[in-house]
């Protein structure tokens, strides 16, 4: 994997010889006759600088094909596109709250219905399954409680039924865990994390395990439009290079946060899969290769959340997650304030509950600047 996220896709420029793909930045292409060209008609359609990063992240996820869009958002509307009108989703229990709200607020008038599901207890989902029903959504581990799902297992029950499994692999992307090698059909990324890793870029990232959806997706990007731009290709192309040496290193600080974080009487819960208590800590070491940087903890009602975020230094309050500087997030009022209160509370995505994406900086750095904020 090392090797293949830099090497793999397409590897450097064939007509130059230049090491890294170029930003092939054209909106259209010379056509030496009628019909006659070198493969690009319209930079919609396709483009070489796009091209090698659909190739690079399709290797990467073990698929068939890859597609890249112009943000994580952009990417699962594409997917939810190859639904129709009377059509039914099964999405987990606390999904990104942009997921939630695009079904609830945009899908939802085209007819595509949801529902939502705790994808950890699969009797129920077996049960929420009907003829309507024509996908299960997953993220694993979800966000911001961190709810393991049993890829392999929901991936047989949808095809025993004749559904896809769509999964989310944001929070693991592939170097962690392979969705469409554990049986999913379609994986896909809000690429703006982990994989830009740098917080410089919003991309999203669709990867599918046949031709049929390949031809499916290629024919809603292109019908929409709502691809990644030359520069933004090329930039999380150089990011992904560095994936496996910045997880291993994200890791690495999140269990020892993770660990510090449990032991402070401030902290009355701690969400992480990577520790042994986790509900869904078996699962996640059998399906995936780590348990990420991302975690999340509820303060004691005894002290003030609001005082504890202003009070970090270091670890700066933001949205979003992945890059190599640690944040800080406060669920209930940023990712997931698309979700209604009630169901907010019933999910546990109290206000008390704050999430970490932590970073590469110096742990004990990062521990001192938490120390100093309780
Ligand atoms: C798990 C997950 N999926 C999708 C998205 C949406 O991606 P984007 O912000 O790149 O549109 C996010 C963004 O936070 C996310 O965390």
Redesign the pocket.
């Known amino acids: 994997f090392e090797s293949l996220v830099i090497h793999g896709g397409i590897d450097g420029d064939k007509s130059t010889g230049a090491v890294n793909v170029p930003i092939y930045q054209t909106s259209t292409y010379k056509q030496e006759a009628l019909g006659v060209n070198k493969g690009y008609e319209y930079s919609r359609t396709g483009n070489p600088t796009r091209e090698a990063l659909e190739k690079l992240i399709s290797d990467l996820e073990k698929g068939y094909a890859g597609f890249a869009f112009a943000?994580?958002?952009?990417?699962?509307t594409a997917v939810i596109m190859l639904f129709k009108s009377g059509d039914k989703i099964l999405i987990s229990n606390n999904?990104?709250g942009?997921?939630f709200r695009v079904l609830d607020k945009i899908f939802n008038n085209f007819n595509i219905k949801y529902e939502m599901v705790d994808m950890t207890d699969i009797k129920k989902l077996k049960e929420s399954i009907s003829e309507e029903v024509k996908a299960i959504f997953i993220?694993s581990p979800t966000?911001p409680l961190m709810d393991v799902t049993d890829i392999k297992t929901v991936s047989e029950l949808a095809k025993e039924n004749g559904i896809l499994t769509v999964v989310?692999n944001?929070?693991m992307t592939p170097y962690l865990q392979k969705p469409i090698v554990l049986g999913a059909d379609i994986v896909?990324?809000?690429?703006?994390?982990y994989l830009g890793g740098h917080s410089d870029l919003?991309?999203?990232l669709v990867v599918v395990n046949n031709k049929e959806l390949a031809e499916k997706v290629h024919f809603i990007q292109n019908s929409t439009g709502g691809i990644l731009q030359p520069f933004d290709s090329f930039l999380l192309i150089r990011g992904i290079k560095t994936l496996p040496v910045r997880m291993d290193r994200h890791i690495q600080n999140a269990k020892k946060i993770a660990g510090f974080l449990r032991n402070r009487e401030e902290v009355d819960r701690v969400y992480y899969p990577g520790l042994e208590d986790h509900p869904g800590h078996d699962i996640q070491i059998n399906q995936a290769n780590g348990a990420g940087a991302v975690l999340s903890f509820v303060i004691n009602k005894k002290y003030d959340y609001k005082k504890f975020l202003e009070n970090l230094k270091l670890i700066t309050l933001g949205?979003?997650?992945g890059g190599v500087e640690s944040l800080a997030c406060h669920p209930a009022s940023m990712?997931h304030a698309a979700l209604p209160y009630e169901l907010r509370q019933k999910l546990g995505i109290v206000d008390n509950l704050i999430r970490l994406s932590i970073g590469i900086e110096n742990v004990d750095d990062l521990i001192d600047d938490l120390k100093n904020a309780f």
């Not at 943000?71 to 699962?76: C, L, N, R």
């Not at 896909?188 to 994390?193: D, E, M, Y």
């Open positions: 943000s994580g958002m952009a990417a699962i999904v990104y942009g997921t993220e966000n989310d944001t929070f896909l990324h809000s690429a703006t994390k919003v991309a999203g949205e979003s997650l990712t």
